[in-house]
């Protein structure tokens, strides 16, 4: 017996050491074994890489699997081998599977930083990326395109990924459909986690995009399913469809700015997805349509305060006999058992109607092509605060067909619609954002063509039986868990960290300023002790932090650097918020300022309660740098040659230098030009930004030198606001020229010597296209 036992432990400890000889299995441990390793693989094989970083290598993968032996390039655990440097990943051949990755430190060598080819003859099919994550894998340059994972051939598949970050131009994922051998190419792109992707700051910033304009006649039959879409904020379009017979189901949008957009092809399915918005921002959005055929079933809105373009469901204008890269018609699409709950005015029609601009705009720009065959049946509506106005005709919806619609608007009153009936329910919450009917609503499903093909609600239950209207059949169901995170993207990964606790650093020296910045932590507070620093190199951040004083008049920053250099200078990802502090220059160096280059992510600026004085550029935002938000509060500003230039995205490509300036309650005196200078060039009406916040401030013998004669100047910025301001002796011809056809507008400013704030309905912009 006892050597039974014992034979039997030495063959499972056989069994168990089975991977560690097995001739499949081969670990490498440099690019250059890799490279060899790749050589000779067969269908079965796996390469292992050893754990650790593994910098500036391109891996060409080429191979022939097979689907029950497929070809494999493995983590030795995943998320301890990192692709870092100047790295990329090409697939060539067919059954071949790269998991658990982890891309971080570096950016692509080219197009794309996972390809599904390796040259136009050698292209991936069959093939699978997985369990990866890739995040702030950006080109040094805003302006420099690639994709994150781009997708040629046939049936591949990016799952269970994590990828977040993306600043540069391009969207983070494509499809391209270039030649015969990548249509009908039945790709996926399931159970992956789509994490932030801050605004770009202009358009070429979507999560996905499947095809472009000129493939878009093309049947692409890609699957999008069981994601979560995270804070996806680059533009207005997260996923822009642009190919025929693409799928989206059972997807999550949360909190993310933009919509779901058939931009271009047709017949898209849209079914079981979940939108979820704060209640509070109107940047998100929910579904877009334009093009024919789309069906649009079983949909979850909720908190979507977005309008337009981005409300909870936009139904476009077209362009009569359209240019294949701009807006079709919309025909014989269908939005079936859908739910909406406290959306705002979320069903909008005729969306992007723009005849008044027939003046500054080509014919092939006028979208006067209304909707037609549509049909919006058997949906629910729910507001906990009645809304007047919850369908919005931005042009007469003449070709919609209503049927079997229920709206609880609270009693009040709206625009009667046969088909939209006025019902009193109540709702009841499932789990967090998800509200439902408490009750069967007594209104008969309406029986379209093919409706009977809507066989299950969202949920997965069955629409045979006892049907109802709205996304969900029963009014009894367990949490769907939505948010459970383990259901998407790699399992070892987790973007749970906790913040540590600010630390405060006291400072008393200027020769210490820079060394206690170096020192800190993201997030600390740099507490600088009174007196007067001399300052004579640029102050370097890189990291979140907060510089301030208990007392500005007794903590005095004099920058004697440089002609042209900045006394902050502020770096990727270096986010400053400036307290209580003043600042003085000789008028030859800037207050603050972008780096000139390089700059591959976000910077940020907030400054209040300071006093600012005898500088160049208050602040200088040099070409390709974005920071989401640039704020100053409580300031003063005087005796500057310039101000606040953000105007160097001047290629007209849609692109500007913040998404939010904000100005409240400063005090500008003595500002010979560039007062503020904010520029957003080219004719994009699909791009809503960016956004001007002039208030409660006060102007004061600036603008001298201005060569426009205009003191604000906002040329092509979205949202404009200047209230509540004074404006006097300021030798300039206009205080400010703002786009009436926009979202520009001007109230309770005081007005003396300084010209005045013109309206023009239509401002004359270069087309982008």
Partial sequence: ???????????????????????????????????????????????????GIWKDVQIKFIGEGTEDKPITIKAETPGKVFIEGVSDLKFGGKYLVVDGLHFRNGHSTGDAVIEFRVDENTIGNYCTITNCVIEDFNKMHRDDTDLWVLFWGRHNTLSNSYIAGKTNRGPTIRVDL??????????KIINNHFGPRPPKGGASGETIQIGNSFSSMSPSYTMVANNLFEECNGEVEIISSKTNFNEFRNNVFYKSEGSLVTRHGNYCTIDGNYFIGDGKNENIGGIRIINTGHWVTNNYFYNIKGKNFRSALAVMNGIPKSPQNRYNQVTDVVVAYNTYINCDSPWQFGVGQNLSQQDVL??????????????IANNVIYNEKGDTSPIVEHDKADGVIFKSNAINNQGINFKAYDGLEAVSFEVKEIAENILIPSSKIAIEPYHGFEFEKISKDLVGNSRAKNNSIGAFVSTDFKDPKIFDRSKYGPSWYSIKAEAPEPKTIAVGKAENLQSKINEANNGDIILLEEGNYQIGKSLIINKKLTIQSSDKSKVILNYSGAENSPLFQLHPKGFLNLKNVTLKGNNAQHAFASLQENMFTHFGLTVSDCDISDFNYVLKVYKESFAERTTFENTSISNCENGMELSEETNDKGDYNTEYLTINNCRFNNVKSNVID????????????????????????????????????????????????????????????????????????????????????????????
């Fill in 1 to 51: 017996m006892t050597r039974l036992v014992t034979w039997l432990c030495f063959l499972f400890i056989i069994g168990a050491c089975g991977d560690k000889t097995n001739p499949n299995f081969k670990t490498v441990s440099t690019p250059e074994e890799l490279e060899e390793a790749l050589k000779n693989v067969q269908a079965g094989d796996n390469i292992v890489l050893a754990n």
């Fill in 178 to 187: 270039e030649g015969n051998e990548s249509i009908n190419n039945y790709h």
């Fill in 362 to 375: 080509p014919s092939s720009e006028i979208r006067s092509a209304r909707p037609i065959r549509t049909i």
């Fill in 678 to 769: 904010y520029y957003r060039g080219g004719y994009d009406e699909s791009t809503i930004g960016g956004n001007l916040l002039v208030t409660n401030s006060t102007f004061t013998n600036c603008g001298a030198q201005e060569k426009n004669g205009i003191l604000i100047n906002s040329h092509g910025i979205v949202n404009v606001d200047i209230s509540k301001n004074t404006f006097k002796n300021n030798p300039v011809k206009l205080v400010a020229l703002l786009w009436g056809a926009k979202n520009n507008t001007h109230s309770d400013n005081e007005i003396s010597n300084s010209g005045e704030i013109r309206v023009e309905e239509n401002l004359e912009m270069k087309l982008m296209y």
